[in-house]
């Protein structure tokens, strides 16, 4: 666990890239492209102190400054994962950066794959509950009482109003976004049938790798957080593949990148 004094030093290191505090902070996972910003600064995970490179395809793994929709924005392009054999507070630092620099709200994106039937690749959904109930959590560790309390409410971090105005938004964009729970997992392997099956009658939706440990890390700063996913494939089947999920993000994710552009001035103006 990176310690307070770590911490800032990496949150210096990142102010000194780009003043101006992020209005929104955002991250894009597999597949979902950057919506079109001006970019005003960067800086690569890997030179960023106490964080690494990703090593997965698809991720860049890169801050970007800059303005989109004329908000100040921090987007992280690309995210870590568990899979990568990192700590669960490594895979999660970026969005403790991002919450730090000073963001009111944050969007989160990734792939996920169906666990029901009513929910078809292709589709874009917004995630309104997880279920995180094997790997570690990325709040264990030391209580650093600066990074936030150690006890938190997993229940309400998915916050409704920013569930209901992207519900409108992606209305106003003529596609119907549907509320979903996400089940969790560490990867890198895909679910078997059985595994696919149990998680569905557990009650999840859609299944993913990354963004229930962002979540939890968003609540513990008390950050309000939308979580956007590109549901790529069916889970749980023998043709599940990297390259399946990457080519069914491209709709979906060029869909969720035009949603969070149209959203952002009602994001930054809450
Ligand atoms: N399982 C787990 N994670 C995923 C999947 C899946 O089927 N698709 C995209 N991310």
Do not use: W
């Amino acid at each position: 666990m990176v310690t307070p004094k770590e911490f800032d030093v990496a949150v210096r290191y990142l102010r000194r890239k780009f003043d101006p505090a992020p209005a929104v902070a955002i991250v894009l996972g597999t597949g979902i492209p950057r919506p079109p910003l001006t970019v005003g600064g960067e800086a690569a995970f890997g030179e960023v102190p106490y964080l690494v490179a990703p090593t997965v395809e698809g991720h860049a793994g890169r801050f970007l400054f800059g303005e989109l929709a004329d908000v100040p924005v921090a987007i992280a392009e690309g995210r870590l994962h568990l899979f990568e054999g990192l700590p669960a507070d490594v895979v999660t630092l970026p969005v403790r950066l991002l919450g730090r620099l000073g963001a009111r709200a944050i969007v989160i994106t990734g792939a996920a794959g169906s666990l029901r039937a009513e929910f078809a690749p292709g589709e874009v959904v917004v995630l309104r509950d997880h279920l995180y109930l094997g790997a570690l959590s990325p709040l264990a560790g030391p209580a650093y009482e600066e990074l936030g309390p150690r006890f938190v409410a997993s229940a309400g971090a998915y916050d409704p109003s920013l569930r209901t105005l992207a519900a409108e938004q992606a209305e106003a964009l003529g596609f119907n976004l549907r509320e979903a729970v996400y089940a969790a997992v560490g990867g890198p392997q895909f679910e078997t049938e059985a595994e696919a099956k149990a998680l569905a009658k557990l009650g999840g939706d859609v299944v993913g790798m990354s963004l229930a440990a962002e979540a939890l890390v968003a609540r513990q700063m008390g950050l309000p957080l939308l979580a956007l996913c590109a549901v790529t494939n069916v889970a749980g089947r023998p043709e599940d593949s990297h390259e399946a999920v990457l080519a069914g993000a491209e709709a979906p994710g060029a869909k969720i990148a035009s949603l969070i552009e149209s959203l952002l001035p009602r994001l930054a103006s809450r």
